[in-house]
């Protein structure tokens, strides 16, 4: 029972920097509870992998390849960031913000990243 409204994707060229939102329907980082938000992305052909991710206690997991590019952040709510600079072509993929909430999944729409010059 949440949904995901993400925004901030488009056409960068490489180098170029880019900053996700994502917005949850329910106060995710306010109540008591193992709660997070992140993000994965699903490039043409390839398995989705998981991007960043923030917990309730603001523990954060990046995967290796954009360690030192990407930061995920969080306000006090149900809203997630991901600043995402020096853009590579190989970023280019469809971003999914996903959360759980009381123990179950959910996912955004995706949003399009697109890195080419």
């Known amino acids: 029972q949440v949904q995901l409204v993400e925004s901030g994707g488009g056409l960068v060229q490489p180098g170029g920097s880019l900053r996700l939102s994502c917005a949850a329907s329910?106060?995710?980082?306010?109540?008591?509870?193992?709660?997070?938000m992140g993000w994965y992305r699903q490039a043409p052909g390839k398995q989705r992998e998981l991007v960043a991710l923030i917990t309730t206690g603001g523990a954060t997991n990046y995967a290796d390849s954009v360690k030192g590019r990407f930061t995920i952040s969080r306000d006090n709510k149900n809203t997630v960031y991901l600043q995402m600079n020096s853009l590579k072509p190989e970023d280019t993929a469809v971003y999914y913000c996903t959360a759980r909430w009381d123990g179950t999944d959910y996912w955004g729409q995706g949003t399009q990243v697109t890195v080419s010059s």
């Open positions: 329910r106060s995710i980082f306010s109540i008591a509870a193992n709660n997070a």
